[in-house]
């Protein structure tokens, strides 16, 4: 069985599309137990992009609602109905976290600020995932990953060599919100064991603007210095430091990629050669010695390249496997599900739809002593509203109750 450190820890999430959620997520393969909060009547947001075909197919099994919300239970709630912030109000009653993305506005009208959740329940952490922060005169501003994390957080600009026409596009759908979510996932864990620790609760704040800046903290440090925005090299034929002729990517003969990192030149360099199959490269008079190969780093490169433009892709992977030094195929998101290193190390995993057949998740890439998650798919939409409101105690005739005044699903 899968440990599952956060078994015991109920976490309310309020929250819609997929950077909050995809925390809560997380938390849910970790062993909590997740409640999603959703619109009585309209549901998550994200579930009309599905329904659109925008993002992902629609169908029982969809992506972008399974990998935010795998392992969760969902409920409706009118949260703007009395009787159903009363619900909420039950649920955040017995719970260690409540988790919200709502902007400002909306937190204030549905009562479901800090001090609100805090008057219920003194010991709730209290989580906001934001696009630009809390403070400062865009706080109230909306946002998503594409904008607030890859655009303004730093990545567009800096992942567009600067030959490149146009801006470079985030590499996958939700790529910022994904990353995000692990980063609020370990917010509300460094809360939890502070809490455990002090007694007393935290409030923690994530922005899609603050991981962005994280992710390029390197980038923006070494700007304070010289005060020059820092951009890739240009996009060549074949792209390596002009220092060392081991890293840089460089393409094969179909067309493919292979990848080399291996920032040791002199360790490296006569074993790289015996695998290029150019063992005459090792006495050539121009990369004799270490510094030679630093100083001619160019001409090298340029042999490195036209070697590998003499091969296919599928050669050099099989032909690399006992090179000694750091590299890596370029891997399209096909391969990369099939990865057997992902499969080995339970990174991919097969949960049942909703109609009973076998589909496959990315797990988070935590786990805890030495053990796969187990997954689940996502909950159809308010799916378990009664059964969780009968775990609150409320009987069937309330129920009914509750749904003629359209308090809840």
């Known amino acids: 069985m899968a440990s599952r450190p956060m078994e015991g820890v109920r976490v ?8 909050v959620p995809a925390a809560g997520a997380i938390l849910a393969e970790w062993g909590a137990e997740v409640i999603k909060v959703e619109h009585a009547e309209k549901g998550d947001a994200q579930r009309g992009l599905v329904s659109l075909g925008a993002v992902s197919a629609g169908g029982p099994f969809a992506p972008i609602m399974e990998h935010p919300n795998h392992n969760k239970r ?13 619900i909420l109000h039950r649920l955040v009653r017995d719970a260690d976290v409540f988790v919200t993305n709502f ?7 549905l009562h479901i600020e800090v001090e609100d959740m805090r008057k ?14 809390v403070r400062g005169e865009d706080r109230a501003r909306p946002g998503f990953d594409g904008i ?23 590499p996958a759908p939700a790529y910022g919100d994904s990353i995000g979510g692990m980063t609020i996932a370990g917010g509300i864990s460094a809360a939890l064991f502070a809490r455990e620790r002090t007694g007393e609760p935290s409030i923690v704040d994530v922005s899609l603007l603050g991981v962005g800046a994280w992710a390029n903290a390197l980038a923006i440090e070494m700007s304070f210095l010289n005060g020059q925005p820092w951009q890739p090299a240009p996009m060549g034929k074949y792209q390596s430091v002009p220092t ?3 890293v840089g990517v460089f393409p094969t003969e179909d067309g493919r990629w292979i990848g080399l990192s291996m920032l040791q030149p002199g360790r490296f360099w006569q074993d790289f050669c015996r695998h290029l199959g150019r063992e005459d490269l090792i006495t050539d008079p121009r990369f004799d010695t270490i510094d030679k190969v630093v100083s001619n780093a ?5 042999i490195i390249a036209s070697e590998f433009k003499s091969r296919p892709y599928a050669e050099w992977v099989e032909r690399f496997r006992t090179l000694e030094g750091p590299w890596e195929p370029v891997q399209d998101s096909v391969e990369l599900g099939q990865d057997p290193q992902l499969l080995a190390n339970g990174l991919i995993g097969d949960v049942t739809d909703v109609e009973g057949r076998t589909q496959r998740l990315v797990a988070a890439p935590v786990q805890f002593d030495e053990c796969a998650a187990v997954l689940e798919r996502a909950p159809q ?9 009968r775990e609150l105690g409320i009987t069937d005739s309330e129920l009914i109750e509750l749904k003629v005044a359209g308090a809840v699903t």
Not at 74 to 86: Q, T
Not at 103 to 109: E, K, N, W
Not at 149 to 155: F, Q, V
Request: aromatic share 10%; net charge negative; no cysteine.
């Open 103 to 109: 902007l400002p506005g909306a937190r204030s009208r």
């Open 148 to 170: 607030s994390y890859w655009y303004r957080g730093g990545s567009a600009f800096g992942g567009t060599p600067p030959n490149l026409e146009g801006i470079a596009p985030m």
């Open 120 to 133: 219920v329940n003194p010991r709730i952490i209290y989580v906001r995932g934001t696009a630009l922060g």
């Open 12 to 19: 309310v999430e309020v929250a819609q599309y997929t950077f």
């Open 381 to 389: 939409f308010a799916e378990h509203t009664d059964e969780i409101l």
């Open 244 to 246: 060392n002729p081991l």
């Open 74 to 86: 969902s409920i409706g709630i009118a949260l703007e109905v009395p009787k159903g912030l009363e």
């Open 298 to 302: 160019v001409e090298a490169g340029a």
